[in-house]
């Protein structure tokens, strides 16, 4: 039986599961706000040095590391956040192929905890 829909702050009424567009006007302003104060990928060491690097790295590691996933991988993952700490960034130890999809839930899951 599917789930009845929900009032949202604004008044309207929205499906379950679903944001109404006041919410996700608020979400997009937020990751906007997020974004212009983030520094710039390159700045943050993902430049031409480390893209060399990690399209090596994921033709050697071709599948997504999450257990029991096994998708062809798309992105490398720092299994330790390096938070800046170059040694870190760097070491390939410290590196796991991961699909988009299995990057996005492990970084969701960091987030909430």
């Known amino acids: 039986m599917p789930r009845p829909p929900h009032l949202c702050s604004c008044g309207r009424t929205v499906p379950h599961g679903a944001l109404c567009d006041c919410q996700l006007a608020a979400r997009r302003a937020r990751q ?59 070491d390939r130890s410290n590196w796991q192929p991961l699909c988009t999809s299995c990057h996005s839930r492990k970084k969701q899951q960091a987030e909430r905890s």
């Open 32 to 90: 906007q706000r997020h974004d212009r104060r983030r520094p710039s990928a390159a700045s943050r060491g993902y430049g031409h040095e480390w893209r060399k690097a990690r399209d090596q790295f994921l033709k050697l590691n071709d599948r997504c590391a999450w257990p029991g996933c096994g998708a062809p991988a798309t992105l490398v993952d720092h299994i330790v956040p390096h938070r800046g700490d170059k040694r870190l960034f760097w």
